[in-house]
């Protein structure tokens, strides 16, 4: 990705904000004239007298910003505001296309929640059902997300499609690649 272009004046940002202050920060900043976004689901509280539903953040502490990145001392000062995300000091925009999904999912009223983030060749821990516990490399296959499950000795592999639902993520393929390269246990045939 061209990091020049992304850059432009008036991309979308994601800002870290205090713990709880989403929307607090959001609308102060659209009082600024800034355009945000603050995605948000809805969830059951439940407390010792009665349970409600209400709206939570679906990204806990971000909030979404379009603003010229070379005057951002106004998103800066605001209350509630840590830091633009970026790299070091240097803040990155946000991926138009993921903004335009954000925005469409929003649009279209279906229900979601926050998940992990799972990368296609992340090692992954399968949960619920007969294979709880069972541990793979999440990989993709036509358009279907599966665990691959891999017998190092037999240098040998099979591949099961899964639910997402039913995925933990444990680390990244080169952790597991790291592993991989540890000495294999020689198995020996006692002689009786």
């Given at each position: 990705?061209?990091?020049?272009?992304?850059?432009?004046p008036?991309?979308?940002?994601?800002l870290?904000?205090r713990?709880?202050?989403?929307?607090?920060?959001?609308?102060?900043l659209?009082?600024?004239?800034?355009?945000?976004?603050?995605p948000?689901?809805?969830?059951?509280r439940?407390?010792?007298?009665?349970?409600?539903?209400v709206?939570?953040p679906l990204?806990?502490?971000y909030?979404?910003?379009?603003?010229?990145v070379?005057n951002r001392?106004?998103?800066?000062?605001t209350p509630?505001?840590?830091?633009?995300?970026?790299r070091g000091?240097?803040p990155e925009?946000?991926?138009?296309?993921?903004?335009?999904?954000i925005?469409?999912?929003?649009?279209?009223g279906?229900?979601?929640?926050?998940?992990?983030?799972?990368?296609?060749?992340?090692r992954?821990?399968l949960?619920?059902?007969?294979l709880?516990g069972?541990?793979?490399i999440l990989?993709?296959?036509r358009?279907n997300?599966?665990?691959?499950i891999?017998?190092?000795?037999?240098q040998?592999?099979?591949?099961l499609?899964?639910?997402?639902s039913r995925?933990?993520?444990l680390?990244?393929?080169?952790q597991?690649?790291?592993d991989?390269?540890?000495?294999?246990p020689?198995?020996?045939?006692?002689?009786?």
């Amino acid at each position: 990705m061209d990091l020049m272009k992304v850059n432009e004046p008036n991309s979308w940002f994601a800002l870290q904000v205090r713990a709880r202050w989403e929307s607090t920060t959001a609308t102060l900043l659209n009082g600024k004239g800034f355009e945000t976004i603050l995605p948000t689901y809805t969830m059951k509280r439940h407390w010792s007298d009665r349970s409600k539903i209400v709206a939570a953040p679906l990204f806990p502490g971000y909030v979404f910003c379009r603003f010229d990145v070379h005057n951002r001392l106004p998103i800066l000062i605001t209350p509630g505001v840590i830091s633009v995300l970026g790299r070091g000091r240097t803040p990155e925009a946000v991926d138009e296309s993921e903004i335009s999904a954000i925005q469409s999912v929003i649009r279209s009223g279906v229900q979601m929640q926050p998940w992990p983030y799972l990368q296609i060749g992340e090692r992954v821990r399968l949960k619920e059902d007969v294979l709880e516990g069972l541990e793979g490399i999440l990989t993709s296959f036509r358009g279907n997300h599966r665990v691959v499950i891999s017998v190092t000795l037999l240098q040998r592999s099979v591949a099961l499609e899964i639910d997402r639902s039913r995925i933990v993520p444990l680390g990244s393929l080169r952790q597991a690649n790291v592993d991989t390269f540890a000495p294999v246990p020689v198995l020996r045939e006692s002689v009786a």
